[in-house]
């Protein structure tokens, strides 16, 4: 049974440090991409990060370029979202999701392109 469980979450202050992890069960990464989607109150869910399925290709919202990282371990079915120098705007629930197309050759960074999700963790950058 799939399950996919995001932790890491919290307050922080602005330019501080975050790494949010997604723990996958019954799905092997190796096989599929997945990534870090976020959804501010009022506003849009938003692809943040993604991660292809052989991890060879990854994808950044423009505003975190530089800040954030996205990384996978495929042994601990784990993947990560380091967050450096978080700001005010980057305050939303972080959703990680995963396509279900086994080692899909296509990879966008949008959420209508990922079937599974986990139930969020609240990231809060504030003073």
């Known amino acids: 049974q799939l399950q996919i469980v995001e932790s890491g979450g919290g307050l922080v202050q602005p330019g501080g440090s975050l790494r949010l992890s997604c723990v996958v069960s019954?799905?092997?990464?190796?096989?599929?991409?997945i990534g870090w989607f976020r959804q501010a109150p009022g506003k849009e869910r938003e692809g943040v990060s993604c991660i292809s399925a052989s991890g060879a290709v990854t994808d950044y919202k423009e505003s975190v370029k530089g800040r954030f990282t996205i990384s996978k371990d495929n042994a601990k079915n784990t993947v990560y979202l380091q967050m450096n120098s978080l700001k005010p705007e980057d305050t939303a629930v972080y959703y990680c999701?995963?396509?279900?197309?086994?080692?899909?050759?296509?990879?966008?960074?949008?959420?209508?392109?990922?079937?599974?999700w986990g139930q969020g963790t609240q990231v809060t950058v504030s003073s």
């Open positions: 999701a995963l396509d279900g197309a086994y080692n899909s050759g296509d990879f966008y960074c949008l959420d209508a392109w990922y079937d599974y």
């Open positions: 019954g799905f092997t990464l190796d096989h599929y991409a």
